[in-house]
């Protein structure tokens, strides 16, 4: 503390600190701690494990994952369709709010703690482009991920084809018909050619056989054996009555009856 001397006017001498009172002290100002605030952890939902291409008909696995706060959900699911919704969804966008149509629904209702992870499994039978998105309802609010995509591809499948197919023949003179079965390894104890007066015009389906068709078997040196295939085919027939005749290539693979398209021929 520095003082200075003063003089009154009755020639007292007076000291005074600068700056304070002499004889009074004061008290230090404080300033109240602040009271800290809780970090508030988000919810949030992701996938984990999802397939870019599968077979038509094969089991579709995802695997995606909840995380936050301890708490008690009932519902999760994989929503898919075939149109995409990309952008991104805010916690008001319903299930009914988006374009997608399918839905995997193990766990579309149920009791299940957070953090959790799920594996959800369906199938798809018919080949595409798919999208999707995994989905929570947590506190009346929409969680969801990011929208993926993944492809189906058609099961590859076996066809018939007769190549060059023949439009004329002479009664009684013997005619060659070739014809190829494509598609995955296999093998085959019957294939012809088969034919009748009578069209059946159109695709016909596997579950389709001879008896169902006016067809009759013409050219049969492939109807006994065992064929592998894929495998080009070659046989003979001579046919004496004149007329039109409708005809196909037909094999039996795999309990499947195929069927190539059908063709006309004139006997004269």
């Known amino acids: ?32 701690t602040p009271t800290p605030t809780p970090t508030v952890i988000p919810y949030t939902i992701s996938l984990i494990h ?56 193990e766990f579309i209702k149920g009791n299940y703690t957070v953090p959790i992870q799920f594996v959800g499994n369906t199938k798809y039978t018919k080949p595409g482009t798919y999208f999707f998105r995994g989905y929570a309802l947590i506190d009346g609010k929409h969680y969801w991920t990011e929208e993926r995509s993944l492809i189906v591809k058609p ?8 190549d060059n197919p023949p439009t004329n ?59 592998d295939v894929p495998l080009r085919f070659v046989g003979n027939v001579a046919l004496s009555e004149s007329g039109v005749y409708y005809f196909r290539a037909i094999a039996f693979i795999n309990d499947k009856n195929i069927w190539s398209e059908e063709y006309s021929f004139t006997v004269q």
């Open 155 to 162: 099961i590859p499948k076996h066809e018939i084809k007769i």
């Open 169 to 227: 023949l002479s009664a009684g003179a013997s005619t060659a018909f070739t014809w190829d079965i494509y598609g995955p390894s296999a093998t085959t104890g019957f294939t012809a050619i088969v034919a009748a007066k009578e069209s059946k015009p159109g695709p016909l389906d596997n579950s389709v056989d001879i008896s169902m068709t006016p067809y009759k078997v013409i050219v049969s040196e492939f109807t006994t054996g065992k064929y």
């Open 50 to 105: 999802v397939p870019k291409e599968i077979m038509e008909g094969d089991t579709t696995t995802f695997t995606w994952r909840i995380s936050g706060p301890l708490k008690t959900i009932h519902t999760s699911a994989i929503y898919y369709g075939t149109k995409s919704d990309s952008g991104a969804f805010t916690k008001n966008a319903s299930p009914d709010d988006t374009l997608y149509t399918g839905v995997v629904e």
């Open 1 to 32: 503390m520095i003082y200075r001397r003063y003089l009154s006017p009755r020639g007292q001498t007076i000291e005074k600190g600068i700056g304070k009172v002499a004889g009074i002290l004061s008290e230090p100002t404080t300033t109240p």
